[in-house]
Antibody
Framework: QVQLAESGGGVVQPGRSLRLSCAAS????????MHWVRQAPGKGLEWVAI????????LYADSVKGRFTISRDNSKNTLYLQMNSLRAEDTAVYYC????????????????WGQGTLVTASS | DIVMTQSPDSLAVSLGERATINCKSS????????????LGWYQQKPGQPPKLLIY???TRESGVPDRFSGSGSETDFTLTISSLQVEDVAIYYC?????????FGQGTKVEI
């Protein structure tokens, strides 16, 4: 069965960095684009970034562009999110999610989600 | 960015009754070359991640009960729960994936 497990969250001071990981299993990781989506406490869902199945392209929300970098290691079945220059407004649960279509060069619906990892940017 | 607006923000429905959630996009999300509406619906229960219910506006995800159905086209969409069950208490989100960035509605809370 498809499993996604995020890790790396925690409390960090504004301006500092953090790297999230998402370990994937139960499917051919290298065939699917992967997303990060976040949810601030008590708020709705905000899409953060996508990386193509082969790592050939990335797209970002304007709110994180230039500060966050999405990457993947298909040999390790792992997705990453490098978050630099963190701000208080980045505080959220961060979910990794699988794109709904394999071998695609666009973003579609999100068919599997991890349990999320909480990032708190606070002094 | 395409803005997704859901209505109502919350609704209370009796057990066994119908629940209807609306989602309106700020521009058409119907892709003419394949005649597909680039819209998904998700269910999120407290303390859990979102779960995909519907994609392409009306295709039910595998394992989702058939009391959940999606309809609509271009800019106006509806998620219907035909007979509300206790386990359907949740927040429901629509999402467009027609253009970048993919965007979600603000959510609709469904209660008994």
């Amino acid at each position: 069965q498809v499993q996604l497990a995020e890790s790396g969250g925690g409390v960090v001071q504004p301006g500092r960095s953090l790297r999230l990981s998402c370990a994937a299993s139960g499917f051919t990781f290298s065939k699917y684009a992967m997303h990060w989506v976040r949810q601030a406490p008590g708020k709705g869902l905000e899409w953060v970034a996508i990386i193509w199945y082969d790592g050939s392209n990335e797209l970002y929300a304007d709110s994180v562009k230039g500060r966050f970098t999405i990457s993947r290691d298909n040999s390790k079945n792992t997705l990453y999110l490098q978050m630099n220059s963190l701000r208080a407004e980045d505080t959220a649960v961060y979910y990794c999610a699988r794109d709904g279509l394999r071998d695609s060069s666009w973003h579609y619906h999100l068919d599997y989600w991890g349990q999320g990892t909480l990032v708190t940017a606070s002094s | 960015d395409i803005v997704m607006t859901q209505s109502p923000d919350s609704l209370a429905v009796s057990l066994g009754e119908r629940a209807t959630i609306n989602c309106k996009s700020s521009q058409s999300i119907l892709y003419s070359s394949n005649n597909k509406n680039y819209l998904g619906w998700y269910q999120q229960k407290p303390g859990q991640p979102p779960k995909l219910l519907i994609y392409w506006a009306s295709t039910r995800e595998s394992g989702v009960p058939d009391r959940f159905s999606g309809s609509g086209s271009e800019t106006d969409f509806t998620l219907t729960i035909s007979s509300l069950q206790v386990e359907d208490v949740a927040i429901y989100y629509c999402q467009q994936y027609f253009s970048t960035p993919p965007t979600f509605g603000q959510g609709t809370k469904v209660e008994i």
